[in-house]
Each structure stands twice: as structure tokens, then as C-alpha cells.
């Protein structure tokens, strides 16, 4: 049966508005049954496939790489995906089961496909579902792609071959995407290291998709793995499966009781890591950053540029100042780390909310990446993370951080930003205002370091606020004051 038989024509109605499709940070998300259904997952991966299609990329060839997560009904919004793909004359590699986003990523890059689709929501709620687009490099697309898809959304009729069929006529492939990915994250690091090490930690999986990765790599190893929420769980166990404290009161209270030398976190599609103490104390993602920024410089003896966002901590800052390291800030949005790291030269690439990029790997955070890294940092010092914590805090200062999020009106967020920008604080933690950023939000630094930053989600309806300073008092004022200037307008 030909293609053609198999067209399924976009049906315009003067009685129907199409939902508006939006792109954020990383791809576009929605609300499952709402805005995230069949039909609209359609017309996304239509409009995808005809950029890809008029915008093609020397040296890659016309293949899509299509990857899913846990949440509801992930495997089947993927098993459209690849059927619109394959209708569109691509070569398409489908996944067999859930798996990291990196793995996606790495897959792409792997077998030099045009690009890659993940449907996954990441850290959202699990209400949500998402539409992840991974570009030929491995990493995530730019804002020109995203912008090019949207405008590309109902041009076309969307076209879409029965995946039976797609894989009898050998234009689509089932398979594992998992084993090479996981095989290339143990290259990067000292595996024999961490093998011999019999380092003991847990991993709270948050229900994701990177659940059992860290059994699987350190299978036969002296390390001792318990990994922690393990199940298949849609619902994620009640709580949004994102690398902060508030989402650990389980496992945290489980580890108070069974003590490790660590313990990894995950978020929903292991892209990103957090982390807590053996104990169940507080390791935020800053820390992470910063333990792992020393270990490069100082263990590894490694070059080259720091890449941060510019919501993540201003410890790094005074590091890279101390090292003599350059260090580059970019906008929110790992899509943004990306493009640093693909013009070279690059230490390490990071962000507030625990993606890491590493050099000699794809361009692209990677949750189980940076837990190896951790266990080698351990496995190198042989010290404790809450003394290697304290000697960070003795070399650079105290940097006590805090975030929270809180709902705001979309059609009055253009207002809050430009009275920010035209009122800011003359003071914050008792220091004279510095220097006032409004590239992406609007963030006020002060002359000590404390920094304050209001800045709108590019995935979700909410208002994200930011504030670092020497103290936790000083963290939690200057929230008060964020919340303070969202009133005035």
C-alpha cells in the first residue's frame, strides 16, 4: 500500500479553532487530554517533519530518532509520532520502552539522523506531556527550528503509515536505544575507579525513566546501589518528579534511617540530577555544580570554558575567578548551554535546575552522566560530600539559595518586567545594587553577590523567582521583596 492511501487530510472548519501551539525552553508541553492529545501531537510532528524536510542539514541523512518516557499514554503519542515520520518518507528508530531523553539525544547524533523527537514533559506535573525536538548535533533544537515548526503547523496534510506496516516495508525500526547510551556515559568517567571504590548510595529514580540505569552500570562492581521509587508510576508518586528538596520527604526520611554515602536524584526523564546527603540532608543542584566544577579543575586538571545560566549560582562566578577559568552566562534553557558547547572548548556547561553538560559527550545535559561523575568525585577525594560542601563554603563564602513559584497572569507578565526593570531595589542583603540583567526575566546583582531574578517559565503558566545570598535570612528577604514587586502591577 502506498503512502498516499494512508493520508490523513487536516480537517479545517470555520466552526473549529485549532489550539495554539507554543514552543518553550525545550520543546513544547501541554496538559494531557487538554491541549496535549492525539490530534495536536499530529499536527506537530506534520509540521516537524516538513522542516526537517525543506530544511535539511548537510551530512546527516533523512532519519528521526522518536524516544518516550513513563508518563500516560508517552508510548503511544510516540507510536504516532514515528507513524507521521515514516508517512513523510523517513527512516525512523522508535524506541522499544521508555528511556533517558540523553539516550534519544546520543542516538541521534549516533547514526547522523536529521533529528529526534522525545515526548516527555520532563519535570512537569504529571498532568502534563511533552514534545522534546533533539537537532542533528544531539542537543536541543534552536529557537529558529522551534520557530520555523510553528509556523509551519496546518501547511500541510498530515501523512502517516500503520507502524506494522512501516516495519514490514523495513522503513522503521523497534529497538533498544538505552545499552549504547549507558555504554558511552561510563567512557566519560574513571570506571575502574568507581568499580573498586565500594562506595554505598542510593538513587531516588522520582518513578522516572532513570530508574535501574545505575544498577545496571555498576552491576558486578564492589559499589553498593539501592535505588529508591523505582516503579512505573504515571502519577510519580504524587509529587512533580523535579530534583528539589520539597519533592524528597520520603526517600529523605528513609535515608535518615538507612544511611549512604550519597544520594543521586533524577528527574522524570534523567536528563537532569540532584541530589541528597547519606543522611537525607540538602544538596541542592548548586552545590552539585560546584563539587563537580572543583573536581574538573582540581582532580582532573581539565581546560577550558564554563558555561552557566544565569539563574545559577554566583559561587561559580568567584571559582572560575580563583581558577582563572573564563566563564560564559547564558539565557535559561540548556538549548542555549548547547550552542557553547558546540563551538568547543568547554569545561563544563550548567544550569540552576541540575542539567549538566560534559565535554566528549553530546551536546546536551545528562542526569546519569553527572551521577557517575559524582561517584568518581568520591571515589577520587575519599572524603565525605558534607566536608568537601564545607571546604567549598571556606574557600568562596556562604551562597544560600532559595526559589519559589508562584502563578501570575500571562497577559500582565510584559508589565511586571518592564516595572522592574524601571524600579529596582537600591539595595539587596544590605549591599548597593550592581548591575540589573533583563535579557531573559530581569535579575538585580548587588555588589556582594546576593541577586534577586523574576523571570516568567518558558514551559509552564507560572512566575519563577530566584534569590541567593550569605545567609538563609538573606535568601528568604529578598524572595519577600520579589513577591513584593509582582503587586505592584
Not at 520539597?246 to 526520611?253: E, R, V
Not at 543542584?285 to 564554563?306: D, P, W
Request: hydrophobic residues 45%.
Amino acid at each position: 500500500m502506498s503512502v498516499a492511501h494512508l493520508q490523513v487530510p487536516v480537517i479545517y472548519c470555520k466552526t473549529i479553532t485549532m489550539a495554539a501551539i507554543k514552543f518553550g525552553t525545550d520543546g513544547w508541553r501541554a496538559i494531557i487530554a487538554d491541549d496535549f492529545t492525539f490530534a495536536n501531537v499530529s499536527r506537530v510532528a506534520q509540521a516537524t517533519a516538513d522542516y526537517w524536510r525543506l530544511n535539511p542539514v548537510a551530512g546527516t541523512e533523512k532519519k528521526v530518532v522518536v524516544g518516550y518516557d513513563r508518563r500516560f499514554l508517552s508510548d503511544q503519542f510516540a507510536r504516532i509520532t514515528a507513524e507521521i515520520f515514516v508517512g513523510n518518507g523517513y527512516q525512523v528508530t522508535l524506541s522499544n520502552a521508555p528511556v533517558p531523553t540523553p539516550a534519544v539525544s546520543f542516538a541521534v547524533r549516533q547514526q547522523k539522523a536529521i533529528g529526534g523527537v522525545m515526548i516527555t514533559a520532563s519535570h512537569n506535573p504529571p498532568a502534563f506531556n511533552g514534545f522534546k525536538l533533539k537537532a542533528h548535533f544531539g542537543g536541543s533544537a534552536d529557537s529558529t527550528t522551534s520557530q520555523g515548526i510553528e509556523e509551519l503547523l496546518d501547511k500541510h496534510p498530515i501523512q502517516r503509515l500503520a507502524i506494522d506496516l512501516a516495519k514490514s516495508e523495513k522503513r522503521l525500526v523497534v529497538k533498544d536505544l538505552g545499552q549504547a547510551h549507558l555504554t558511552a556515559c561510563k567512557k566519560l568517567v574513571n570506571f575502574p575507579l568507581i568499580a573498586a571504590s565500594k562506595i554505598k548510595f542510593a538513587h531516588e529514580a522520582m518513578y522516572g525513566v532513570g530508574a535501574g540505569c545505575f544498577d545496571q552500570l555498576l552491576e558486578g562492581t564492589t559499589c553498593q546501589v539501592t535505588t529508591l521509587n523505582a516503579a512505573h508510576d504515571p502519577n510519580f508518586g504524587g509529587i512533580n518528579p523535579e530534583p528539589i528538596a520539597k519533592n524528597y520527604a520520603k526517600s529523605a526520611a528513609w535515608l535518615a534511617e538507612h544511611p549512604h554515602d550519597i544520594c543521586l536524584v533524577t528527574d522524570g526523564d534523567a536528563d537532569r540530577v540532584g541530589g541528597m546527603l547519606g543522611d537525607g540532608g540538602l544538596l541542592t543542584t548548586h552545590q552539585i555544580i560546584c563539587l563537580l566544577l572543583r573536581h574538573f579543575v582540581v582532580n582532573r586538571k581539565a581546560k577550558g570554558r564554563v558555561i552557566k545560566a544565569l539563574t545559577t549560582t554566583t559561587m561559580v562566578d568567584r571559582m572560575c575567578a580563583h581558577y582563572g577559568v573564563e566563564m560564559v552566562e547564558t539565557g535559561v534553557g540548556f538549548k542555549y548551554i548547547a550552542a557553547e558547547m558546540i563551538r568547543g572548548n568547554v569545561l563544563l556547561g550548567f544550569e540552576e535546575s541540575g542539567g549538566i553538560g560534559f565535554p566528549g559527550h553530546i551536546p546536551e545535559r545528562d542526569g546519569i552522566v553527572a551521577g557517575l561523575m559524582l561517584l568518581e568525585l568520591l571515589a577520587t577525594e575519599k572524603k565525605s560530600v558534607a566536608k568537601m560542601l564545607a571546604e567549598l563554603e571556606a574557600d568562596f563564602g556562604p551562597h544560600l539559595y532559595s526559589r519559589i513559584d508562584t502563578h501570575f497572569p500571562l497577559e500582565k507578565r510584559a508589565a511586571l518586567m518592564q516595572y522592574c526593570k524601571l524600579n529596582p531595589p537600591a539595595k539587596l542583603a544590605k549591599s548597593p545594587l550592581k548591575e540589573v540583567k533583563s535579557a531573559d526575566g530581569v535579575k538585580f546583582i548587588a555588589e556582594n553577590g546576593a541577586w534577586l531574578m523574576l523571570r516568567g517559565s518558558g514551559t509552564e503558566p507560572i512566575l519563577r523567582i530566584y534569590a541567593e545570598g550569605p545567609s538563609e535570612a538573606d535568601a528568604a528577604t529578598l524572595l519577600r521583596l520579589g513577591v513584593k514587586m509582582t503587586q505592584q502591577v
